[in-house]
């Protein structure tokens, strides 16, 4: 099922601000989620509802916002950059608590949100070592993205994720933030006046 992206605002020449922004990643983010869940299920997968759900969900969202965030360095400056990552992270957090009941068992008020937060945090420091380039994330960052699913299913499916995760999950949910940041991140006017072929070149 082909996911909607919103990557146009109707008012020309304002500011957007990371609240702005964030939130609409924070939607795609989650589309792209679910849309993975089901595809991971298709390939028989065993994700079901509740803990292996609530753990795909949030290591899903956390890689999204550091591919977010990479995709942001090459965009804005570093203020601007810093700006909407933590407004991703936190616009995230507030989506998973949001869906808890979905998600998981009835939890404490705030404690899904709180451990989004911590995987991250943890992810952050784990894809930290790894570079993104023109073709996205590097076969590292790929790789440990897809071990540290594994906890998200079933031992009997260790062996078969990595290949599912690194060649189909990642480029299609990288494809979509590609697609959508730059768009967000540079105001339409700004594009439209442009000569098609630098439009098209990204100088």
Same mark, same amino acid.
């Not at 089901?38 to 997968?45: D, E």
């Not at 992270?89 to 949001?98: C, I, K, Q």
């Given at each position: 099922?082909?996911?909607?992206?919103?990557?146009?605002?109707?008012?020309?020449?304002?500011?957007?601000?990371?609240?702005?922004?964030?939130?609409?990643?924070?939607?795609?983010?989650?589309?792209?989620?679910?849309?993975?869940?089901?595809?991971?299920?298709?390939?028989?997968?065993?994700?079901?509802?509740?803990?292996? +759900?609530?753990? +795909?969900?949030?290591?899903?969202?956390?890689?999204?916002?550091?591919?977010?965030?990479?995709?942001? +360095?090459?965009?804005?400056?570093?203020?601007?950059?810093?700006?909407?990552?933590?407004?991703?992270?936190?616009?995230?957090?507030?989506?998973?608590?949001?869906?808890?009941?979905?998600?998981?068992?009835?939890?404490?008020?705030?404690?899904?949100?709180?451990?989004?937060?911590?995987?991250?945090?943890?992810?952050?420091?784990? +894809?930290?070592?790894?570079?993104?380039?023109?073709?996205?994330?590097?076969?590292?960052?790929?790789?440990?993205?897809?071990?540290?699913?594994?906890?998200?299913?079933?031992?009997?499916?260790?062996?078969?994720?990595?290949?599912?995760?690194?060649?189909?999950?990642?480029?299609?949910?990288?494809?979509?933030?590609?697609?959508?940041?730059?768009?967000?991140?540079?105001?339409?006017?700004?594009?439209?006046?442009?000569?098609?072929?630098?439009?098209?070149?990204?100088?």
């Amino acid at each position: 099922m082909a996911i909607r992206v919103r990557s146009r605002f109707h008012a020309r020449g304002k500011a957007r601000s990371p609240a702005t922004l964030a939130s609409v990643i924070a939607m795609l983010a989650w589309k792209i989620a679910v849309e993975s869940i089901k595809r991971m299920r298709t390939a028989q997968f065993d994700i079901d509802l509740g803990l292996s +759900y609530f753990d +795909y969900v949030c290591e899903q969202m956390a890689f999204l916002a550091h591919v977010a965030d990479r995709i942001a +360095y090459r965009l804005v400056d570093a203020d601007q950059r810093a700006a909407f990552t933590r407004a991703l992270a936190l616009r995230l957090a507030d989506v998973v608590e949001d869906n808890a009941e979905m998600l998981l068992m009835p939890t404490a008020t705030g404690a899904c949100r709180q451990h989004f937060l911590e995987v991250f945090n943890h992810a952050g420091s784990d +894809y930290a070592d790894f570079s993104y380039g023109s073709a996205g994330p590097d076969f590292g960052f790929r790789r440990c993205f897809a071990d540290r699913l594994r906890g998200a299913v079933p031992e009997k499916d260790h062996l078969w994720i990595t290949d599912q995760v690194m060649e189909i999950e990642v480029p299609e949910a990288v494809a979509l933030l590609e697609k959508t940041l730059p768009s967000l991140f540079v105001p339409a006017d700004e594009t439209e006046g442009r000569p098609r072929r630098e439009r098209l070149s990204g100088d």
